[in-house]
């Protein structure tokens, strides 16, 4: 069970899956219409939801033109549309308190969920933004949520510039926001160090990819 590799938190033994309130979100501005809020351990019981995510979710391995050739993605996928039923009820929460605690400034609700299992340190993304569909030319926000062993997410404006990094990991959250996709790319680089599994959930507007 590819549950049981990941070496728990010190600091997270809740047996129940819960959020805490957003209420402790930090904002940073990055700049040019940018910024990121960040809230370190906001999903108690993080270990129990990815050990949860990793056995039971069908996670599908997907291979893609790079250039000459057909790479394997590294990383596994899964993503439910609006409407679709999510992995664990807590994601759903999670959703729901998003698209309420940013009505204000998204304008809508978060619909989607896109789920990334990264492995190990040879798992990666590379730099990108969310530019599919209305992300290219709009304001949005994609929030994340992170649990199992922490990997750092780094940004960095389009165009290369100075690098922003957060390690994200046992129930932190990182909301995207303003012009960051457009503007910013963020990747989570591969590691040469020992890395856990680590599964990020990303919430999206409906049309943003």
Do not use: N
């Not at 070496?7 to 129940?16: A, M």
């Not at 730099?127 to 949005?140: F, S, V």
């Not at 990747?187 to 990819?209: E, L, N, Y």
Request: some cysteine; overall charge neutral.
């Amino acid at each position: 069970m590819v549950g049981r590799m990941l070496q728990g938190s010190l600091f997270d033994q809740d047996d129940e899956t819960a959020l805490g309130p957003l209420a402790g979100l930090r904002r940073t501005v990055l700049g040019a219409g940018a910024w990121i809020d960040v809230l370190p351990g906001w999903l108690r019981g993080a270990d129990e939801l990815y050990g949860h995510l990793a056995d039971g979710v069908p996670w599908k391995a997907e291979r893609r033109q790079m250039y000459e050739r057909v790479v394997d993605v590294p990383r596994l996928l899964k993503f439910y549309g609006a409407g679709e039923e999510l992995p664990h009820p807590v994601l759903g929460e999670a959703r729901d308190a998003l698209s309420a605690h940013y009505a204000e400034e998204l304008g809508e609700p978060f619909t989607t969920a896109g789920l990334c299992f990264y492995r190990d340190g040879r798992d990666s993304v590379a730099w990108h933004g969310d530019r599919i569909g209305r992300g290219a030319r709009e304001d949005t926000m994609v929030a994340i949520v992170s649990v199992g062993a922490p990997r750092d997410l780094v940004l960095r404006p389009v165009g290369g510039g100075e690098t922003v990094r957060r390690s994200l990991g046992h129930g932190d959250l990182i909301v995207m926001g303003g012009s960051c996709q457009r503007t910013w790319e963020h990747a989570i680089p591969k590691s040469t160090k020992a890395a856990g599994p680590r599964i990020s959930v990303q919430f999206r507007p409906h049309g943003v990819r």
